[in-house]
């Protein structure tokens, strides 16, 4: 990969990010840091699936979140399908009386003045059957390409959430290819330096991880060492909420292991349709019982917090 | 406008609302607001309902200030009742003796209590009409954000009401928080985001060209008609004509607040395409509006509906935008359909091994290897089909379902098929059944065109019916997640409208077999019976002409029992029919009242040397002329011969009188009626018809 693509000051795809993050954090918002743990969405990240219920009133959070999908690997060939790719995400809770115009704006600030397009908030209800979750929103379309999801969280683990998130998920790839007007995900302008200045793009950082992530996620991950791993995550999982006083926030990271392990069995293909669905069920019992036992340490208060910090 | 009466504005202001419900959101909320007015005793003229995405309103013409006063009337003893009682009822009403009225009624003369009920002001009554409908609100999904309790279909911000040309106090209740009434509308979200002013709007006219103005088209009709005449005026410079149906297009007018249509080009290279691949991607995905040329080749041409007021600049870069979604798009259909054609459609057949059918009907594949059985079996009974194609396309008819297109375009399942099929040198018969078995998907869904096609139809169908049945999926109630009903309808369908006759049991008999079942369930039969009496009620034949055509008797060639319900129905609208009908009616009502006096039945016979007026000599003889046994195919012929008893019928009731003294001669006379009825039930069971 040769950078032969160098965009407006400001569109470069880590610009994009900075400033989504300086938009944000102006709203109000607590910046974190991607999750440390591999996971299919930014919505497993703790700072939604746990904070959506509880323990404060008021939450908001905004993160880039690495998001990995091994069944959507394409070697590196497909100029839109990648098995590692970058979600923003951002929680707020309760979600504003103007959440459409905050989102608006934020588009705005990465250089997408909807004033300048035709935007459309088309109908897309969401669910996510291995937390549990649903929510009422739409996918937002710029000129006719999804640039986001939007989403009002209604459950998560099963449980109502009050009050209401709003949640908003942006493809950071696909947003930043729309910005910059090209064709090909490898061809974005990473850092706005000039190529014969050191400078790089996406497929210069992603590209070789693409293709050799795309041969273990199909090829060769060993299944049965996955499938114990799936196990002890789950025991572990079961072992920490069972505690006298459960550990809600070391068992959850039990889930997320437990469920980006079932995401790559299911690249190998040695899940069939029927135990697909089981195995779904297997992780949305660890996440629930992960949300409630998050709720229950919440009735105590916040000490357990306090103490980490 | 008048003393009495004053319009009344109510609109609300959310986020917006998903296009499918737009229309239905509207009617809801005139007819929940008329209901309201007439609970209350509130009269009115027309009602105006509004919608777009993110408007919803009715405008009332001439709704009555107030409710019409009205007198409540309570009954109390008689006038002659001890004093006891009189005080009971004049402490229970709080009123005096000389309050009371004496009135004379059927039952003899009673007091009564008269209070005069003042009606209420409408406007102390609308804020409570109002919050209760919101509330109650019967979208099909809805949703709390926030910090509250309340739900709407998307986040709600105003409700504005306009009562007489101002504003009326009042608030929703949002569980957690109050929102008050308003007046202020809002404009297009970018165009015109200010807010209007709507006191004073003087009509419903008025009000829509007030948020025209702002850029809203606030009636669906009106942007529906925009795109379509819009899309129709393009199509014609573009030589070519419109081929996105009304669906589509009132979807596209959900998800605008003001139509703006642009015209965007297929590249060259993705016309290559089959037509059905181009038609998902630009409708069903991009919900863009399709053109063809007159001869109804698929137009290189698209129509995209903008939600934004012309502008040059702008347009360019939406329309760019829009084709460069389009072209990633059918970049990758251009990638699976050639992916996908390199192995003949033979090939996918064991991965559909991989893919649960149901939970106890085993795998996709274990389908297709009983659809090549059934296919085969039904195609025995068409005329003219190949029953070695039908076979074929049976066992190769899911196999696409693995394949990359129909993986991106779901909704091209079938239609996938009959293409791969092709492109390997299957027969065209083959192929060309693969594509329609799914069909007819809907009412208004074509049949399969082909022979094959119909018989892998009815086999798919059936074997779908005979499995869900048979481990225990059945609808129930208005649950039907397998689509059975639909099935049925369309097993229904295909069996009368292609005229073909076959055995219903024994073809469901064959499918059980093939699933591994000993019988048929139970329940299968009566319920694929119910549908057919519905589908036939539908067609305009009234329900008592079905259940007589089709008495009790077993359910088995749909297409024959649709013909005799049919037959009947003709006949009986028929003079003679008609007449006969009535000499029915005084037969069988003579015999049920002597048969019950006697407490016995009439043998149908009869003794012609007791006969005493040549009506009973003439009757006989019809009865005697008619076919010794009537044929279950032709109808039209038994009722022919049925229709030749009318006069002699006629004149038997005319001429005889049944209940003679002599007894003898009465019970001939009886018996013979008993012939007459024993042969009317024979062709139909007339005793099912009412009046």
């Known amino acids: 990969m040769a950078k032969t693509h160098l965009t407006t000051e400001g569109l470069d795809f880590q610009s994009i990010l900075l400033n989504l993050q300086r938009y944000w954090a102006s709203k109000g918002a607590v910046i974190l840091q991607p999750y440390d743990m591999e996971v299919g969405a930014g919505t497993f990240h703790p700072a939604t699936t746990l904070r959506a219920l509880g323990p404060d009133h008021h939450w908001r959070a905004a993160y880039v979140q690495p998001s990995r999908r091994p069944t959507d690997g394409r070697f590196g060939e497909n100029p839109n399908r990648l098995q590692h790719y970058y979600q923003f995400q951002t929680i707020f809770k309760p979600s504003p009386p103007n959440s459409q115009e905050l989102y608006l704006g934020s588009l705005k600030a990465i250089g997408l003045d909807p004033a300048a397009h035709d935007m459309r908030f088309v109908e897309d209800d969401w669910e996510s059957p291995t937390l549990g979750a649903w929510g009422l929103g739409w996918e937002v379309w710029c000129d006719g390409m999804e640039v986001s999801q939007f989403t009002y969280f209604q459950q998560v683990g099963g449980i109502e959430c009050a009050p209401v998130p709003l949640e908003l998920t942006y493809g950071l790839e696909r947003l930043a290819m729309f910005i910059q007007g090209i064709d090909n995900v490898y061809d974005l302008d990473w850092d706005g330096v000039p190529a014969d200045q050191g400078g790089k793009c996406y497929g210069d950082i992603f590209h ?50 437990a469920s980006h392990l079932f995401n790559l069995l299911d690249a190998r293909g040695v899940i069939s349709v029927t135990e697909r669905a089981a195995y779904i069920g297997r992780v949305r019992t660890l996440a629930k019982g992960c949300c409630e036992a998050w709720i229950g340490a919440a009735d105590d208060g916040q000490q357990g917090e306090a103490a980490d910090v | 406008m008048s003393d009495q009466s004053a319009d009344l504005l109510i609109e609300i202001i959310c986020e917006e609302i998903p296009a499918r419900m737009q229309a239905r959101a509207a009617s809801d909320l005139a007819r929940l607001f008329a209901d309201a007015f007439a609970a209350a005793n509130l009269a009115h003229d027309r009602i105006h309902s509004f919608v777009a995405p993110r408007h919803l309103a009715v405008y009332v013409d001439g709704l009555a200030v107030r409710q019409q006063d009205s007198i409540a009337e309570k009954r109390g003893p008689r006038v002659d009742a001890p004093e006891q009682a009189i005080n009971g009822f004049l402490k229970s009403t709080g009123l005096t003796r000389d309050q009371l009225v004496t009135e004379e009624t059927p039952k003899g003369t009673f007091l009564f209590a008269r209070t005069e009920m003042k009606g209420t002001a409408t406007a102390a009554l609308l804020p409570v009409m109002i919050s209760d409908i919101l509330t109650n609100f019967p979208w099909p999904k809805s949703q709390r954000w926030g910090a509250t309790s309340f739900r709407w279909v998307r986040p709600l911000h105003r409700v504005n009401v306009v009562f007489g040309g101002s504003g009326l106090e009042g608030a929703l209740d949002l569980g957690g928080a109050n929102l008050p009434f308003t007046t202020a509308s809002t404009g297009h979200y970018f165009e015109a985001p200010a807010d209007l002013d709507l006191t004073g709007v003087g009509s419903a006219d008025d009000y829509a060209a ?10 669906q009709s009106v942007r529906v008609d925009m795109i379509r005449k819009g899309a129709k005026d393009l199509a014609a410079r573009l030589g070519c004509e419109t081929k996105t149906g009304e669906t589509t297009i009132a979807e596209t007018a959900g998800l605008v607040e003001h139509p703006h249509l642009l015209v965007g080009t297929i590249e060259d290279r993705f016309m290559l395409l089959p037509a059905e691949v181009l038609q998902s991607s630009i409708e069903t995905h991009q919900k863009y509006i399709t053109l063809q040329g007159h001869d109804g080749s698929f137009s290189p041409h698209f129509v995209v509906v903008s939600n934004r007021l012309a502008d040059d600049a702008r347009d360019a870069v939406i329309l760019a935008g829009n084709q460069r979604v389009l072209r990633a798009r059918l970049a990758d259909a251009e990638f699976f359909w050639m992916e996908d054609k390199r192995e003949p459609l033979e090939a996918y057949l064991p991965r559909l091994a991989d893919i649960a059918f149901y939970e106890g009907l085993g795998t996709v594949h274990d389908k297709a290897q009983r659809l090549e059985k059934l296919a085969a079996d039904i195609a025995a009974s068409i005329p003219g089909a190949d029953a070695a194609c039908a076979a074929r396309a049976g066992l190769l008819a899911k196999a696409d379902l693995v394949t990359g297109v129909v993986g991106e375009f779901p909704e091209l399942q079938g239609i996938m098929g009959g293409f791969y099929a092709a492109a390997a040198d299957e027969d065209t018969a083959t192929a060309v059944a693969i594509t329609a078995h799914y069909r007819p998907q809907g009412p208004d869904d074509n049949l399969p065109d082909s022979a094959e096609g119909l018989a892998v139809a009815l086999a798919d169908k059936i074997d779908t019916l005979v499995g ?26 295909i069996l009368i409208e292609a005229n073909i006759s076959l055995s219903l049991h024994d073809t469901l008999r064959k499918a059980a077999g093939y699933h591994g079942f000993a019988a048929i369930d139970d329940e299968l039969l009566p319920f694929i019976r119910e549908r057919f009496r519905v589908s036939l009620r539908d067609t305009g034949i009234a329900h008592d002409v079905v259940a007589a055509a089709l008495g009790d008797s077993e359910l088995d060639n749909i297409c024959l029992l649709a013909d005799r319900a049919a037959a009947l129905g003709t006949f009986l609208g028929s003079e003679n029919g008609a007449g006969l009908m009535t000499g029915w009616r005084r037969a069988a009502s003579i015999l049920k009242s002597e048969e019950s006096k006697d407490k016995q039945a009439f043998a149908p016979k009869t003794d012609p040397s007791l006969f005493v007026n040549t009506a009973e000599t003439d009757l006989h003889s019809a009865l005697e002329a008619l076919p010794v046994a009537f044929s279950d195919i032709d109808l039209d012929a038994a009722l022919t011969s049925l229709g ?20 003898k001669v009465r019970d001939n006379r009886l018996g013979l009626l008993a012939m007459v009825r024993e042969r009317m039930l024979g062709v139909a069971d007339f005793s099912k018809l009412e009046g």
């Open chain 2, 210 to 219: 007030l948020l025209r103005g702002a850029h809203v088209i606030v009636d």
């Open chain 2, 468 to 493: 869900f049945f048979g481990v225990g999926a059945r609808p129930t109630g208005s649950k039907d997640p397998f689509a059975l009903r639909r099935a049925a309808l369309g097993v229904i369908r």
């Open chain 1, 208 to 257: 070789r991880a693409e293709v050799e992530f795309s041969g273990w996620n199909f090829y060769h991950a060993e299944t049965d060492m996955l499938l114990t791993h799936f196990r002890d995550a789950e025991a572990e999982c079961g072992r920490l909420l069972a505690l006298e006083t459960p550990l809600a926030l070391p068992a959850y990271d039990q889930c997320m292991k």
């Open chain 2, 644 to 663: 030749g008893m009318r006069t002699p019928i006629d004149r038997f009731f005319e001429e005889v009188v049944v209940n003679d003294d002599n007894p």
